[in-house]
């Protein structure tokens, strides 16, 4: 009978053994599973307040980084119909990194960034420079440039797009006098 317990004892330790120690195939299979790569797409540039010196031209020629300034980069799908749209702000030296968290792209070639998303002046908080100008068409949409530029780390990857330099110009700059 005493052999008959130890083996009903013996029996149910096997039985209960995998409950004390879960399975490792499912941290196996975790550890050996590769881990997936997140892939932002992100927007860089500066804006500027454009010197009076330059005024109706494209020149940035003595123009200063414009902080806190306001830009939008809106992405159109091929048909006209917007599918990503945010408004960034400019840091301290007037440089913007806008990640488009959010965007994605139905069709590679069409709805490529490069196609379909352009950069557009808002505003700024300057009252001595607050008109909008259209250097690099920051208008109508500063077309995106690609130069070749990622971060990237063990789990994450960042393509960046160039747009701009952007300005905004003077409010009022003094008529150039000659005698």
Sequence with gaps: MAHSSQLLILISSLLLLPLA??????????????VEKKTDVVVEG??????????????????EPLPSAK??????????????????????????YAIL?????????????????????????HENCNLLSNVNYGLNGSP?????????????????????PLAFRPAHCSPDTHY
């Excluded at 500066?46 to 123009?63: D, H, K, N, P, R």
């Excluded at 968290?101 to 908080?125: A, R, T, W």
């Excluded at 995106?144 to 701009?164: C, D, F, M, P």
């Design 46 to 63: 500066m804006v500027y307040c454009q010197s009076c010196e330059s005024f109706g031209t494209w020149s940035l020629s003595g123009a």
């Design 101 to 125: 968290e959010g965007f994605k792209m139905s069709n590679y070639i069409l709805d490529h960034p490069l196609q379909s998303c352009h950069v557009k002046l808002v505003s700024s908080p």
């Design 144 to 164: 995106l440039r690609y130069e070749k530029k990622r971060l990237q780390g063990k789990s994450y990857e960042a393509v960046i797009y160039a747009a701009g």
């Design 21 to 34: 120690f879960p399975s490792t195939t499912a941290y196996e299979d975790a550890s050996t599973k590769p």
């Design 71 to 96: 830009l939008s980069v809106i992405c159109k799908r091929d048909n006209g119909q917007v599918s990503f749209y945010k408004v960034f702000e400019t840091n301290s030296k007037g440089y913007f």
